[in-house]
Nanobody, 123 residues
Framework: QAQLVESGGGLVQAGGSLRLSCAASGRTFFNYIMGWFRQAPGKEREFVAALSRRDGSTYYADSVKGRFTISRDNAKDTVYLQMNSLKPEDTAVYYC????????????????WGQGTQVTVSS
């Protein structure tokens, strides 16, 4: 069974950094689009970043451009989200997801999801 497992969340002060990891198991997501989404309490799950494993294209939400970087390690079948200059409004549960190749920013295009990892940014 295909699984995605996130790690790396935690508590950090505003201006700090965290790196989230998303490890795949049960199958390889070769040629998939891998995405990061987040959901704050009382809010809709929103797109953060995505990376096409086919051609390396990356996509970012405007709110994180210039601060977050998505990357991959194909040998480890792992995708990362480097988050710098964190702000309190970045506080959310962050989810990794896999998309067979349509609509990188559309959460409904993703059919495999991880369990999420909490990121809390204190002011």
């Amino acid at each position: 069974q295909a699984q995605l497992v996130e790690s790396g969340g935690g508590l950090v002060q505003a201006g700090g950094s965290l790196r989230l990891s998303c490890a795949a198991s049960g199958r390889t997501f070769f040629n998939y689009i891998m995405g990061w989404f987040r959901q704050a309490p009382g809010k809709e799950r929103e797109f953060v970043a995505a990376l096409s494993r086919r051609d390396g294209s990356t996509y970012y939400a405007d709110s994180v451009k210039g601060r977050f970087t998505i990357s991959r390690d194909n040998a480890k079948d792992t995708v990362y989200l480097q988050m710098n200059s964190l702000k309190p409004e970045d506080t959310a549960v962050y989810y990794c997801a896999a998309n067979a190749g349509m609509g990188p920013t559309n959460r409904y295009a993703y059919n495999v999801w991880g369990q999420g990892t909490q990121v809390t940014v204190s002011s």
